[in-house]
């Protein structure tokens, strides 16, 4: 699909949980400071119109290109992936389907977990992002606002997010059935980003754990958040290592572009269950060597699944209906700008002809009445362009035709007079 006045086309590009494994999402994982850096780069580059998301699950570039490799090039560049890796996980998706990839996002049908309603907020952060360094258009202007409406359509109209899934909710899921009297178990989390703060929301209204403690970088964070939350408790960030010494239980959502837990962090032959939620892994894979540790990452934890699912699985065909309205709805914006230069210059073509015949006429006609003239040829002119919109739109494939066709009449005409 094409942008207004622009050869360029509309991609979505990117790799997923869908054909990547969390070590290879690592690899593309963009941090904040690098999707800043990227674009400005983009925008140096011409490109106009582009954003960026990198999640847990996914890191995608949505936006307008000559060719989709300038926006893998860009995304390879900011993050720690190749070209030969992306070739081997990559989806990239053109003009329709990267339109419907875009809603399917936004209403939790491509999440990971089923309806996992996070993503919206992910995907506005990102746009914001993209708005703060000028890489936004009209056309992604009205695309995104389109998906956020249907994206809370879906969340308001069918059971598709009904329940509570999510990797944070589903760590939680894995402490209950996998540890016997979790209640009573030292739990440490350590990381107090938004999904640090779901998983100690989720411990105090899932568990009847009083026993969680938090520790953060910035220790302030970590006192506020504890101090709002009953059953909580923070640490200061320095005492970390005699933390984890006395936990039973370690959840690690750090958000760090490198380990941020490591073999100096945990004694020799401490036992230890450790959940990371972090993306990339903020664990050392060298924890994973030791027996007495049990080190789950967020491909294990999203892999649980519960009776929620099975009713958000027949949900799926209300929120597609509900897709189909809002695509559809952009589609008639797409058309109407598309279209909106030819009508206009057709009007324009048929009021010079309007001024002309009424002059023509008002040389020739005493007592002639302009004023009734141009009611009555304002009609016609209105009743043409309506006309013509309307088969512009019922012959959609042919349009380019039309407009060409119209276009020479009227220059034809125009000549002659």
């Known amino acids: 699909m094409q942008q207004n006045n622009s050869p360029r086309k509309f991609y979505n590009v990117g790799l997923s949980y869908?054909?990547?494994?969390?070590?290879?999402?690592?690899?593309?994982?963009?941090?904040?400071e690098n999707q800043v850096l990227l674009l400005q780069d983009a925008k140096a580059q011409g490109i106009d119109g582009i954003f960026v998301l990198s999640t847990c699950n996914r890191t995608e570039i949505t936006g307008f290109a000559d060719h989709p490799f300038q926006l893998i090039k860009l995304l390879c560049q900011y993050s720690h992936g190749t070209v030969?890796?992306?070739?081997?996980?990559?989806?990239?998706?053109?003009?329709?389907?990267?339109?419907?990839?875009?809603f399917k996002l936004a209403t939790g049908l491509s999440s990971q977990i089923l309806g996992d309603y996070e993503i919206v907020g992910q995907l506005k952060q990102s746009f914001k992002v993209a708005k703060e360094q000028g890489t936004v258009n009209s056309y992604l202007?009205?695309?995104?606002?389109?998906?956020i409406q249907?994206?809370?359509?879906?969340?308001?109209?069918?059971?598709?997010?009904?329940?509570?899934t999510s990797v944070s909710y589903a760590a939680i899921q894995y402490i209950i059935e996998n540890i016997p009297a979790s209640d009573t178990k030292n739990i440490l989390v350590y990381g107090l980003g938004k999904m640090g703060k779901y998983t100690c929301k989720n411990l105090s209204e899932y568990t009847n754990n009083k026993n969680v403690c938090l520790i953060n970088r910035t220790d302030a964070k970590a006192e506020l958040f504890a101090n709002e939350h009953e059953g909580i408790?923070?640490?200061?960030?320095?005492?970390l290592t005699e933390e984890i010494a006395k936990a039973d239980i370690l959840i690690v959502s750090t958000g760090a572009s490198e380990p941020t837990v490591t073999f100096k962090h945990v004694?020799?032959?401490?036992?230890?269950?450790?959940?990371?939620?972090?993306?990339p892994k903020n664990v050392s894979e060298e924890l994973n060597n030791r027996k007495e540790i049990a080190l789950v990452d967020v491909d294990e934890l999203s892999a649980i699944t519960d009776k929620t699912l099975e009713i958000r699985k027949n949900e799926i065909p209300k929120a597609e209906l509900i897709i189909d309205i809002y695509k559809d709805e952009f589609t008639e914006w797409l058309n109407h700008r598309r279209f909106t230069p030819a009508v206009t210059a057709l009007k324009e073509s048929l009021e010079v002809i309007q001024i002309s015949e009424i002059d023509f006429h008002r040389k020739k006609i005493k007592d002639f009445d302009v004023e009734q003239a141009e009611i009555i040829t304002s009609r016609f002119i209105q009743k043409?362009?309506?006309?013509?919109v309307k088969h512009l739109k019922d012959e959609?494939?042919?349009?380019?035709?039309?407009?060409?066709?119209m276009q020479k009449v009227f220059s034809l005409k125009s000549e002659k007079s």
Not at 18 to 29: C, E, I, L, P
């Open 396 to 405: 959609n494939t042919q349009h380019v035709q039309s407009i060409e066709v």
């Open 84 to 102: 030969d890796e992306f070739v081997q996980f990559s989806s990239v998706h053109k003009g329709h389907e990267a339109i419907e990839h875009v």
């Open 141 to 147: 202007e009205r695309l995104i606002n389109l998906v």
């Open 150 to 164: 249907a994206s809370k359509r879906v969340k308001n109209k069918t059971k598709l997010s009904s329940g509570t």
């Open 18 to 32: 869908k054909k990547a494994d969390v070590q290879t999402r690592g690899k593309f994982s963009i941090s904040k």
């Open 384 to 388: 043409i362009t309506t006309k013509f």
């Open 233 to 239: 408790r923070y640490a200061q960030f320095s005492t």
């Open 267 to 279: 004694a020799e032959g401490k036992e230890l269950l450790i959940l990371d939620l972090s993306m």
